[in-house]
């Protein structure tokens, strides 16, 4: 059974009403499913052990922090191999301690982000281009993929770390990524592309982009901010080791996976609570990170249950924040006058995957500098401010937008009234 690239951009029924998907669309999911597991898994599975390595290599909280984030802002510039490079990876502890060390930790991580640029960049452009009515939906379904990688790397790197040394952890997972990139290159559908007229930065312009921009930077500098510190943190606080810490951090992936699905399908299905979503899950991640540590003016004692219990809700909150991100963007876009097709996809994938790029490097450098200079609970308690203050703004422009809405009902109501007796005197003239 074939499908043609014609087929695949009708706009067909919900996929959640349709008898059954395509051949291609299933290979499709199954393509970007692997996508997405392998990168988020190559990008969490340092979590546990690696800023404890780095830390007795001479590098401090502030430069583990940098070393996190520039993994994040090397996936700005585009797509090298990234399977090479996580195998690389695993022969940095036969570095030389100080300088060099670092400095090929920089240089290999950033080449590595470069393939999850390309990778991630691409999935969401293909998804929503074979899934155009259910966006949300698919978004969340693959995230449940995103969430697993997430899940696995930080568990599956301690024990591997624990158990065979250093190098392990990156030689198997390299080489497993290596060996599905031919299997994702068949698989993939091939589209031909008509180059967009609009402008990138017409879509930056839109105020709504803008506001969204921030949610999700804020979403990514969480995540980041967490990978970067809170393993050491852990250690310190509780006396947890490698593979404590892997499970530890299960704690935020596991409901984001799990919730990733439901959250998809009532995005899609009920439009008009996106925003509500995105209000309601920024404010449930700011409480969480706030009672993370906890900050120091609440005066509530660090205690493992309450940060795990805390990791639970902030993982719930990220995904009912996250997925109804990218729908909205694109919808704003097409609001615009911004045509419906896959140059347009690319451009507001790409603005999405930039922007969570941005707050993957400014959550674990700017965290790890705060971190180092006061501790952990002020750094969380900074993350869970900035979570606040974007989706307080989200609340002003949702309030802002009824209000203009009823400005223009009301506006139409008099003229309708005006208007009226004219009409009637013409009919009786």
Same mark, same amino acid.
């Given at each position: 059974?074939?499908?043609?690239?014609?087929?695949?951009?009708?706009?067909?029924? /919900?996929?959640?009403?349709?008898? #059954?998907?395509?051949?291609?669309?299933?290979?499709?999911?199954?393509?970007?499913?692997?996508?997405?597991?392998?990168? @988020?898994?190559?990008?969490?599975?340092?979590?546990?052990? !690696?800023?404890?390595?780095?830390? =007795? =290599?001479?590098?401090?909280?502030?430069?583990?922090?940098?070393?996190?984030?520039?993994?994040?802002?090397? +996936?700005?510039?585009?797509?090298?191999?990234?399977?090479?490079?996580?195998?690389?990876?695993?022969?940095?502890?036969?570095?030389?301690?100080?300088?060099?060390?670092?400095?090929?930790?920089?240089?290999?991580?950033?080449?590595?982000?470069?393939?999850?640029?390309?990778?991630?960049?691409?999935?969401?452009?293909?998804?929503?281009?074979?899934?155009?009515?259910?966006?949300?939906?698919?978004?969340? !379904?693959?995230?449940?993929?995103?969430?697993?990688? *997430?899940?696995?790397?930080?568990?599956?790197?301690?024990?591997?770390?624990?158990?065979?040394?250093?190098?392990?952890?990156? *030689?198997?997972?390299?080489?497993?990524?290596?060996?599905?990139?031919?299997?994702?290159?068949?698989?993939?559908?091939?589209?031909?592309?008509?180059?967009?007229?609009?402008?990138?930065?017409?879509?930056?312009?839109?105020?709504?982009?803008? *506001?969204?921009?921030?949610?999700?930077?804020?979403?990514?500098?969480?995540?980041?901010?967490?990978?970067?510190?809170?393993?050491?943190?852990? @250690?310190?606080?509780?006396?947890?080791?490698?593979?404590?810490?892997?499970?530890? @951090?299960?704690?935020?992936?596991? /409901?984001?996976?799990?919730?990733?699905?439901?959250?998809?399908?009532?995005?899609? =299905?009920?439009?008009?609570?996106?925003?509500?979503?995105?209000?309601?899950?920024?404010?449930?991640?700011?409480?969480?990170?706030?009672?993370?540590? /906890?900050?120091?003016?609440?005066?509530?004692?660090?205690?493992?249950?309450?940060?795990?219990?805390?990791?639970?809700?902030?993982?719930?909150?990220?995904?009912?924040?996250?997925?109804?991100?990218?729908?909205?963007?694109?919808?704003?876009?097409?609001?615009?006058?911004?045509?419906?097709?896959?140059?347009?996809?690319?451009?507001?994938?790409?603005?999405?995957?930039?922007?969570?790029?941005?707050? @993957?490097?400014?959550?674990? +450098?700017?965290?790890?500098?705060?971190?180092? #200079?006061?501790?952990?609970?002020?750094?969380?308690?900074?993350?869970?401010?900035? +979570?606040?203050?974007?989706?307080?703004?989200?609340?002003?422009?949702?309030?802002?937008?009824?209000?203009?809405?009823?400005?223009?009902? =009301?506006?139409?109501?008099?003229?309708?009234?005006?208007?009226?007796?004219?009409?009637?005197?013409?009919?009786?003239?």
């Amino acid at each position: 059974m074939s499908t043609t690239v014609d087929e695949l951009t009708d706009c067909s029924p /919900p996929v959640a009403t349709s008898p #059954k998907m395509t051949r291609q669309q299933i290979l499709t999911l199954i393509a970007i499913a692997s996508i997405n597991f392998s990168s @988020m898994i190559c990008y969490s599975i340092l979590g546990p052990f !690696f800023p404890q390595e780095a830390e =007795k =290599k001479g590098a401090g909280q502030a430069v583990i922090g940098l070393i996190f984030g520039c993994y994040a802002l090397c +996936t700005l510039i585009g797509s090298l191999i990234l399977g090479g490079c996580t195998v690389a990876f695993g022969f940095l502890d036969r570095v030389p301690e100080g300088t060099m060390f670092v400095a090929l930790c920089f240089v290999v991580r950033c080449v590595n982000a470069v393939g999850f640029a390309a990778a991630i960049t691409s999935a969401f452009a293909v998804s929503a281009k074979v899934f155009p009515d259910n966006i949300a939906t698919i978004l969340g !379904f693959m995230e449940i993929f995103t969430g697993l990688g *997430l899940i696995l790397g930080p568990p599956l790197g301690g024990w591997m770390y624990q158990a065979f040394g250093y190098e392990v952890p990156f *030689l198997v997972l390299g080489s497993i990524i290596l060996l599905t990139v031919p299997l994702t290159m068949w698989i993939l559908p091939s589209f031909d592309a008509v180059p967009s007229q609009d402008s990138f930065f017409r879509l930056c312009s839109q105020v709504k982009i803008i *506001l969204i921009c921030f949610v999700v930077f804020t979403l990514s500098s969480g995540i980041g901010f967490l990978d970067a510190t809170l393993s050491l943190f852990a @250690m310190e606080k509780f006396g947890l080791s490698a593979v404590s810490v892997g499970l530890l @951090m299960i704690g935020m992936s596991l /409901p984001y996976s799990a919730a990733s699905p439901i959250f998809g399908i009532i995005s899609d =299905k009920y439009p008009f609570m996106r925003k509500w979503m995105v209000v309601v899950g920024g404010m449930t991640t700011s409480v969480g990170f706030l009672l993370l540590g /906890p900050v120091p003016f609440l005066h509530i004692q660090s205690q493992l249950w309450l940060t795990a219990v805390m990791m639970v809700v902030i993982g719930f909150s990220l995904c009912m924040t996250c997925i109804p991100t990218f729908t909205e963007m694109l919808i704003c876009a097409h609001e615009n006058d911004f045509e419906e097709g896959l140059s347009t996809l690319g451009l507001v994938s790409g603005l999405f995957t930039a922007v969570w790029s941005a707050g @993957m490097f400014f959550g674990p +450098t700017t965290g790890g500098y705060i971190t180092q #200079k006061l501790n952990f609970e002020w750094s969380a308690g900074v993350q869970g401010m900035l +979570t606040f203050l974007a989706a307080f703004l989200q609340i002003i422009y949702i309030s802002n937008e009824k209000i203009q809405k009823r400005r223009l009902q =009301k506006t139409d109501t008099i003229e309708s009234g005006e208007n009226s007796p004219l009409l009637g005197s013409a009919q009786h003239s």
